[in-house]
């Protein structure tokens, strides 16, 4: 059953997990690596809680990790990166519910246009 306001389908064994605090200061790489290494969705908040990214991945680890690598060809998201205070991950059973799951995220935390 979905939780009241999230939708029609929001995957029911998906569970979070969260990582807070100044992330440049405690070493974003250190407190990544205790991100899950399954398939899930992740959220950036700044530091008021506004929701910077949402996104998904088939390794949630791995995938949040590559914000905090060389940035290079991906300058646009240093800014962003920067405001990061709180990371949300959330755990699901394959990539196909954290599809599903990105996408009614992004249907209730996106303001319209």
Do not use: K, Q
């Not at 990371?87 to 699901?92: F, L, M, N, Q």
Request: glycine share 12%; proline share 9%; aromatic share 8%.
């Amino acid at each position: 059953m979905a939780p009241p306001g999230r939708g029609a389908y929001w995957p029911g064994d998906c569970s979070l997990a969260a990582i807070d605090g100044d992330l440049m200061a405690m070493g974003a790489p250190g407190a990544i690596a205790g991100l899950p290494g399954t398939p899930g969705v992740y959220r950036f908040r700044d530091a008021r809680g506004g929701v910077l990214y949402i996104g998904r991945a088939t390794a949630l680890r791995n995938r949040v990790a590559s914000y905090w690598s060389d940035l290079r060809d991906r300058g646009h998201l240093a800014p962003m990166v920067a405001r990061v205070t709180r990371i949300e991950a959330e755990t699901c059973d394959s990539p196909y519910e954290g599809a599903w799951l990105e996408r009614n995220l992004l249907a209730v935390m996106t303001p319209p246009a």
